[in-house]
């Protein structure tokens, strides 16, 4: 499985951007995927999860601020981020939350966003 992530950037407090995840190698369809991220000295967390028929789930600190979608003809998951915040400021992967649990997953170089204040 090939997953590349992309979007990141520099934005003001308030801004906002959307993170793109293509995701090869793997029948997508019936797939659960998710975003984390990762801040400077902190342990990686979950973001954002979306089940293979659309069911949403987001930790609580982005909830109302940011949208997880999918798009099963391009093979990608979005995660658009509004209202953003310094907190907001990490290294973003996306990856499949079984690979996670079973600790297999291959988190690559993920995309960084970074929130001025």
């Known amino acids: 499985v090939q997953l590349q992530a992309c979007g990141g950037g520099l934005v003001q407090a308030g801004g906002c951007l959307r993170l793109?995840?293509?995701?090869?190698?793997?029948?997508?369809?019936?797939?659960?995927m998710a975003w984390y991220r990762q801040a400077p000295g902190m342990q990686r967390e979950l973001v954002a999860s979306i089940t293979s028929d659309g069911g949403t789930n987001y930790v609580d600190s982005v909830k109302g601020r940011f949208t997880i979608s999918r798009d099963n003809a391009k093979n990608t998951v979005y995660l658009q981020m509004n209202s953003l915040e310094p907190e907001d400021t990490a290294v973003y992967y996306c990856n499949r939350p079984i690979s996670v649990r079973r600790g297999s997953a291959y988190w690559g170089q993920g995309t960084l966003v970074t929130v001025s204040s």
């Open positions: 793109s995840c293509a995701v090869s190698g793997i029948f997508f369809t019936i797939i659960d």
